[in-house]
T-cell receptor, first 108, second 113 residues
């Protein structure tokens, strides 16, 4: 079954800490996405990966195809990074299958 | 920068009423999607649409749901007879189809009373 597992479900950290959010899956994929959802509900795409590593500002996303695992890292975390981070996957077709999300809270 | 828009941002309706949620995808995109997120739950796929027809739909997308691209710019989701359990945030997304990247609209919060 095409499932997306995320951990942790909730993460609270102090401002400045290095954050890691994990995503794992069990079958081959076409692409993996990291999305950000703010309290108002809107979804913003952060990264799309099919291999390797991508970096944008303080955000880094990596994927290990052999281990079927991806991580999203945030360096020098800031309260404005507080949001729900969602891993979503294309399992060989166009539609996205979503993880349950990780609620991140950064305390000043 | 082009973006996906959705209207209305919030709709309140009574059980049994019909609702139409509207989306304007990015203009040169060819693939269109509806997803929903019940409060506190994960986002779920409803339907994908390409070349003026449904390309895939989930078990959720039963006979009460329909989609249409009436005029070449709008993409609509109709719920024929709303139920309490249809209360959710509904997201439209579009894709050019050359890559897997999807662009999401801001969502419509549907409340069925």
């Amino acid at each position: 079954k095409n499932e997306v597992e995320q951990s942790p479900q909730n993460l609270t950290a102090q401002e400045g800490e290095f954050i890691t959010i994990n995503c794992s899956y069990s079958v081959g994929i076409s692409a993996l996405h990291w999305l950000q959802q703010h309290p108002g509900g809107g979804i913003v795409s952060l990264f799309m990966l099919s291999s390797g590593k991508k970096k944008h500002g303080r955000l880094i996303a990596t994927i290990n195809i052999q281990e079927k695992h991806s991580s999203l890292h945030i360096t020098a975390s800031h309260p404005r990074d507080s949001a729900v981070y969602i891993c979503a996957i294309n399992f060989g077709n166009e539609k996205l299958t979503f993880g349950t999300g990780t609620r991140l809270t950064i305390i000043p | 920068e082009p973006e996906v828009t959705q209207t209305p941002s919030h709709q309140v309706t009574q059980m049994g009423q019909e609702v139409i949620l509207r989306c304007v995808p990015i203009s040169n995109h060819l693939y269109f999607y509806w997803y929903r997120q019940i409060l506190g739950q994960k986002v779920e796929f409803l339907v994908s649409f390409y070349n003026n027809e449904i390309s895939e739909k989930s078990e959720i997308f039963d006979d009460q749901f329909s989609v249409e691209r009436p005029d070449g710019s709008n993409f609509t989701l109709k719920i024929r007879s709303t139920k309490l359990e249809d209360s959710a945030m509904y997201f439209c997304a579009s894709s050019s189809g050359t890559v897997y990247e999807q662009y999401f609209g801001p969502g419509t919060r549907l409340t069925v009373t």
